[in-house]
């Protein structure tokens, strides 16, 4: 063992996904760390942006899971240098992430079942799970798609992302193309925070709506042009979740929601939906107003059998 790696703290990756792991094959790349926080870490090679997760967090596009259930002992800072070597990522001077128990995260290739568009069953578990979602959300006044207080700020990001909301459902319903990939183009950046919520709603809507198979899915060149239109409008961890999602690339506990809506399956979908409420302060609520829009869709598509 070299002088360099005797002095690191060798910290366990679990798993990662592909492209994360792919880095580990580019030796000469090197980077820095962007945004510390107690659960995350994010850091950029070669102007893309990568993710180190704790075991608490679930598996995620671009992203590891490491070994720790957070990373407040570690002193990691903005700034740090990150270089790849020997199948390491090196961060400063002081840690070293091995992979040698790391097993690859391959996230399921969802599918929408088509034939259920027009199955009364299944619109009626459309129908049920938007209600449910729809009561939960009504409770949740922190998301700026039902803020209630008084800061104007935020009161006009709300009128804003709401009156957005309901133009891009009525522009869908109408399949008018260029229309929805202008009202995309406005969500993107709209809000607060290292993914604001016009962004959020995005990748919930998507999540669901642009399956393959599905009756919106004719939108997606929309939503593309929408996106790549005004990404350079919003973070750059944001822009990447939204090009990840144009290609139902999302968060594991995203990935097990959206398996359930499209089974039609009941049993174990609250807990599901509880744990993309929790995501972020608000992000995660913000997600589940896009879901919730995306099964209202879905259920008027099937009512009015578009093919």
Known sequence: MNNDQSQRQIIYGLTADAHFLHLLHQPQLTGCIEQVFNKAINFSVNHQLYTLLSSQI????????????????????????????????HIGENYAISFLLCTRWEPPIIHFIAEKINDKDYLFFLES???????????????????QGNNLFYLESSKKLNELRFSLINA?????LSEVANIVSQFIGLGIGLTPSGDDYLVGLMAFLLL???????????????????????????????EKALDQGYRENMH????????????????????????????????????????????????????
């Open 172 to 176: 869908l319903m109408n399949k008018q």
């Open 58 to 89: 679930d598996n995620a596009p671009n992203s590891c899971r490491l070994i720790n259930k957070d990373f407040l002992s570690y002193k990691i800072n903005v700034g740090d240098s990150v270089f790849i070597l020997n199948n390491e990522i």
């Open 256 to 307: 097990q929601l959206i398996q359930c809506l499209v089974d039609g399956r009941n049993e174990n979908i609250y807990p599901k939906i509880l744990e993309i409420l929790n995501i972020g302060s608000s992000s995660g609520c913000d997600m589940l107003f896009g879901i919730r829009d995306a099964l209202f869709l879905t259920h008027y598509f099937g009512e009015t059998h578009v093919d």
């Open 129 to 147: 799970k938007f209600n449910e979602i729809n009561s939960i959300l009504n409770k949740r006044t922190h998301s700026l798609f039902n803020y």
């Open 212 to 242: 393959k198979n599905h009756p919106a899915n004719s939108f997606y060149i929309s939503f593309y042009q929408g996106i790549l239109h005004s990404k350079g409008n919003t973070t750059p961890i944001s822009a990447i979740t939204l």
